[in-house]
């Protein structure tokens, strides 16, 4: 088992930076990838960004691209999330994920183990 807990998010302005945090406590964290999601009401989770076991390649969706950067200190067993620039449209709950695939994956369905989710809120 991995149990992951979220943590950072809040009510901001727009343009304005948050960094979430994506603790992670079980089986080895450096043995899996990790990813963030994010899912408003009625939509599907939606990819914002992966990063490999050793955090040596990064992926992000075209819509984050530029603005959030993904990362993680292995010997803490936590992974981040720096989001810079937000916007009105990043409003979301934001999950993180591991994955033990061989690939780092972009379709939620590839991971395993989530967290709880933490609320972003970007007011105009």
């Known amino acids: 088992q991995v149990q992951l807990v979220e943590s950072g998010g809040g009510l901001v302005q727009a343009g304005a930076s948050l960094r979430l945090s994506c603790a992670a406590s079980?089986?080895?964290?450096?043995?899996?990838?990790m990813g963030w999601f994010r899912q408003t009401p009625g939509k599907e989770r939606e990819f914002v960004a992966a990063?490999?076991?050793?955090?040596?390649?990064?992926y992000y969706s075209d819509s984050v691209k530029g603005r959030f950067t993904i990362s993680r200190d292995n010997a803490k067993n936590t992974g981040y999330l720096q989001m810079n620039s937000l916007k009105p449209e990043d409003t979301a709950v934001y999950y993180c994920?591991?994955?033990?695939?061989?690939?780092?994956?972009?379709?939620?369905?590839?991971?395993?183990?989530w967290g709880q989710g933490t609320q972003v809120t970007v007011s105009a």
């Open positions: 994920a591991t994955s033990d695939r061989g690939y780092v994956a972009k379709i939620s369905t590839e991971y395993n183990y």
């Open positions: 079980g089986r080895t964290f450096n043995n899996r990838h």
């Open positions: 990063i490999s076991r050793l955090g040596a390649n990064t």
